[in-house]
């Protein structure tokens, strides 16, 4: 019973503050709860120990513990990756002996064949992978992926690291030290940064484990019940001698009778039979599922988006900024945009041979803006002023491109196409086959 307790607790706990330490950064989670304990655990509380140590050791204890906080969140290591592997591994050794006489063919196949997987897909999402760096060799080759859709992403912007144009819904990650294609986000649980070539394997990664860890708690309920029927019989044959009147002695009610009706009890008769090895790898299993399955559903609705979550937090800004209604939208000028490119229905703005300020098409040069394989291009441009009033007098990314007269003030993303969503198949699609 308080065994039971105790993991559960300790389980429950650790569970959500990994949860709130690596996802509650997310946009998703920006004005939640969730948003706010993570702001509490990474900001408030680290800052506030800070200023404590500051005035009673003069700061000696927080520089060498910031220093390894710093190594561990903005460099790269092993350690998250180790600790990730050896407690699959260790759950493993634990349960699997302990209930293997016990399980049916079949199961032993199942395990044989989900077991290696997280461990594969991790090594393959972890590995060093050409088509989500970029480098000089695959530059001109990335910058064919995606056309620049002049709200997240603008042609002519380069890296002041690697000395390239940066190819539209890239990043250069400060970690890994390169240019990422299609960044999503760079991954501590795989020590890499997730991109156009390894984001599939990531997806899989996810699903294997999410998986794997639902099967184990699966396989623990169903090799413990029949233990713990077969031991708890002596409490049936017990209450035998104390019957209350139309009840089964072998029944589970009859066994909770004798210990308690709740579900610490129901736990506890389990720890019981398996001990640790077996139902406590298996509560465990029972309590963390939920972790790799959530942020599969989250990289799920991400792909449903057409986005990134490097692209949600940049969504997530604009959203913010058009709440406050510093956000303008306006029209490409025709003559500026792609050819055979799918357009959406046009809309109803007035042509570009009526803009008050006509101005010489400046499109940027081929390596600048190369034709791309994409089947979409954007119509809008988007830009934020300072003042809240309309553009006036437009910068020079966007000079030469959007119909002056073009620009009305926005309130929300619905107003905005996002070029890079293509219905969920054919995300789905891009993500998995590129
Ligand atoms: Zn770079
Ligand atoms: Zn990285």
Same mark, same amino acid.
């Given at each position: 019973?308080?065994?039971?307790?105790?993991?559960?607790?300790?389980?429950?706990?650790?569970?959500?503050?990994?949860?709130?330490?690596?996802?509650?950064?997310?946009?998703?989670?920006?004005?939640?709860?969730?948003?706010?304990? $993570?702001?509490?655990?990474?900001?408030?509380?680290?800052?506030?120990?800070?200023?404590?140590?500051?005035?009673?050791?003069?700061?000696?204890?927080?520089?060498?513990?910031?220093?390894?906080?710093?190594?561990?969140?903005?460099?790269?290591?092993?350690?998250?990756?180790?600790?990730?592997?050896?407690?699959?591994?260790?759950?493993?050794?634990?349960?699997?002996?302990?209930?293997? $006489?016990?399980?049916?063919?079949?199961?032993?196949?199942?395990?044989?064949?989900?077991?290696?997987?997280?461990?594969?897909?991790?090594?393959?999402?972890?590995?060093?992978?050409?088509?989500?760096?970029?480098?000089?060799?695959?530059?001109?080759?990335?910058?064919?992926?995606?056309?620049?859709?002049?709200?997240?992403?603008?042609?002519?912007?380069?890296?002041?690291?690697?000395?390239?144009?940066?190819?539209?819904?890239?990043?250069?990650?400060?970690?890994?030290?390169?240019?990422?294609?299609?960044?999503?986000?760079?991954?501590?649980?795989?020590?890499?940064?997730?991109?156009?070539?390894?984001?599939?394997?990531?997806?899989?990664?996810?699903?294997?484990?999410?998986?794997?860890?639902?099967?184990?708690?699966?396989?623990?309920?169903? &090799?413990?019940?029949?233990?713990?029927?077969?031991?708890?019989?002596?409490?049936?044959?017990?209450?035998?001698?104390?019957? &209350?009147?139309?009840?089964?002695?072998?029944?589970?009610?009859?066994?909770?009778?004798?210990?308690?009706?709740?579900?610490?009890?129901?736990? &506890?008769?389990?720890?019981?039979?398996?001990?640790?090895?077996?139902?406590?790898?298996?509560?465990?299993?029972?309590?963390?599922?939920?972790?790799?399955?959530?942020?599969?559903?989250?990289?799920?609705?991400?792909?449903?988006?057409?986005?990134?979550?490097?692209?949600?937090?940049?969504?997530?800004?604009?959203?913010?900024?058009?709440?406050?209604?510093?956000?303008?939208?306006?029209?490409?000028?025709?003559?500026?945009?792609?050819?055979?490119?799918?357009?959406?229905?046009?809309?109803?703005?007035?042509?570009?041979?009526?803009?008050?300020?006509?101005?010489?098409?400046?499109?940027?040069?081929?390596?600048?803006?190369?034709?791309?394989?994409?089947?979409?291009?954007?119509?809008?441009?988007?830009?934020?002023?300072?003042?809240?009033?309309?553009?006036?007098?437009?910068?020079?990314?966007?000079?030469?491109?959007?119909?002056?007269?073009?620009?009305?003030?926005?309130?929300?993303?619905?107003?905005?196409?996002?070029?890079?969503?293509?219905?969920?198949?054919?995300?789905?699609?891009?993500?998995?086959?590129?």
């Amino acid at each position: 019973m308080t065994l039971a307790r105790n993991i559960i607790i300790f389980t429950v706990t650790l569970s959500l503050v990994t949860f709130v330490a690596f996802f509650g950064r997310l946009p998703a989670f920006r004005n939640t709860p969730i948003g706010f304990l $993570h702001r509490l655990l990474i900001e408030h509380i680290p800052s506030a120990l800070r200023k404590l140590d500051v005035k009673l050791t003069n700061g000696r204890i927080t520089s060498g513990g910031s220093r390894l906080g710093h190594h561990l969140m903005y460099e790269k290591h092993l350690a998250v990756v180790i600790f990730f592997l050896g407690l699959v591994t260790a759950c493993a050794l634990l349960f699997l002996p302990s209930v293997w $006489h016990v399980l049916r063919w079949h199961h032993k196949l199942t395990v044989c064949v989900l077991l290696p997987q997280p461990y594969f897909f991790l090594y393959l999402s972890a590995k060093r992978n050409d088509q989500t760096y970029i480098n000089a060799l695959n530059h001109a080759e990335q910058m064919r992926h995606y056309p620049y859709d002049r709200v997240l992403y603008y042609p002519g912007n380069a890296c002041t690291t690697c000395k390239f144009l940066k190819p539209a819904r890239s990043k250069h990650c400060s970690i890994c030290k390169t240019c990422v294609s299609r960044m999503d986000h760079h991954c501590i649980w795989v020590n890499n940064c997730l991109g156009r070539g390894n984001y599939k394997w990531f997806l899989a990664l996810l699903l294997s484990t999410t998986i794997l860890i639902a099967y184990g708690a699966y396989l623990a309920y169903t &090799s413990l019940t029949p233990m713990a029927a077969k031991h708890y019989a002596k409490y049936a044959r017990w209450y035998t001698y104390h019957p &209350s009147p139309g009840s089964d002695p072998l029944s589970w009610a009859t066994r909770f009778e004798v210990k308690g009706h709740n579900t610490l009890n129901y736990i &506890s008769i389990y720890l019981d039979v398996g001990g640790f090895r077996a139902s406590g790898v298996g509560l465990l299993a029972l309590l963390t599922w939920p972790l790799p399955f959530g942020l599969l559903a989250y990289h799920i609705y991400l792909i449903w988006a057409g986005m990134t979550t490097n692209e949600s937090g940049k969504w997530a800004d604009w959203r913010d900024d058009m709440a406050e209604g510093v956000v303008f939208l306006g029209h490409r000028r025709e003559d500026t945009m792609r050819e055979n490119k799918f357009f959406p229905q046009p809309s109803d703005h007035s042509s570009s041979s009526s803009s008050p300020f006509p101005t010489p098409p400046e499109t940027p040069p081929e390596d600048e803006e190369p034709h791309t394989t994409w089947p979409l291009e954007s119509r809008h441009i988007l830009i934020r002023t300072p003042s809240g009033q309309p553009p006036r007098t437009l910068p020079s990314r966007i000079r030469g491109v959007a119909k002056e007269d073009s620009f009305e003030r926005v309130w929300s993303l619905a107003a905005v196409e996002n070029v890079y969503d293509l219905g969920f198949w054919d995300n789905l699609r891009e993500a998995l086959l590129n």
